[in-house]
């Protein structure tokens, strides 16, 4: 064979098995990247999966309707509690005002007296403000058995817990789309350097054709190096 019409390309040899080499590593490098990529996606996958079934399970909308409720037996308790105050603190002094009754010798036929006179009054004012006393304490308990049973339901942690999921389910769904991206990036420097390597591949076999030729040509010029 005349080493002319060897082509330029397969000549260098040692070129073509160092590109190879280096493309075979690369490869290497790329899948077992895309092989961790893949794991992190699917487990990224599987984590948002399950986020959405609990958010699902939770009704956050229902959720944040007793949330509101909650809050409003709150104040309203809250009311209630300063009515009942007020209340007890204005029933104590139409009480005292009723001592008077009993240190005064008269009888209700003389309760126009001047001494005895706010003692009545105070007497019938008395009579409705234990009246409404107790109205207010029995709102109050029907309240908080309502304030009760919206707390023993978790409400407020379960929405704190459901906003906190929706963080994480973000920054996880961030690491997903960055995974995916990269993980396409390198299929598509795999698909290249299979390609490549193929080329090269075929130099090699190339090279196994005329490599006798080769051979005798390095054996010829080392000769002609001693001369």
Do not use: W
């Not at 895309?34 to 959405?52: C, R, Y």
């Not at 919206?150 to 789309?177: G, M, P």
Request: proline fraction near 1%.
């Amino acid at each position: 064979i005349d080493i002319a019409k060897i082509p330029c390309s397969i000549i260098d040899f040692d070129e073509i098995t160092s590109k190879l080499n280096n493309s075979r590593t690369q490869t290497k490098k790329l899948s077992e990247q895309n092989t961790q990529l893949n794991s992190d996606i699917l487990s990224n996958e599987e984590t948002i999966k399950k986020i959405n079934e609990f958010q699902i399970s939770l009704d956050i909308e229902d959720l944040e309707d007793k949330q509101k409720q909650l809050d409003l037996a709150k104040k309203r308790l809250f009311s209630l509690e300063r009515e009942i105050e007020n209340t007890t603190s204005k029933l104590c002094a139409e009480k005292k005002k009723l001592l008077l009754l009993k240190e005064v010798p008269c009888g209700e036929e003389f309760r126009h007296c001047r001494f005895i006179k706010d003692a009545y009054t105070a007497k019938t004012i008395s009579l409705g403000l234990e009246s409404s006393l107790e109205a207010l304490r029995i709102n109050a308990s029907e309240i908080l058995k309502e304030k009760s049973s919206l707390e023993e339901a978790n409400v407020d942690d379960l929405i704190d817990k459901f906003r906190v999921l929706n963080e994480k389910k973000t920054k996880v769904n961030e690491r997903l789309q960055q995974n995916r991206l990269e993980y396409e990036k390198n299929k598509l420097k795999l698909e290249l350097l299979k390609k490549d390597m193929g080329l090269l591949e075929e130099k090699t076999k190339d090279y196994d054709q005329y490599k006798e030729v080769l051979e005798n040509r390095e054996v010829l010029f080392g000769r002609r190096g001693v001369l």
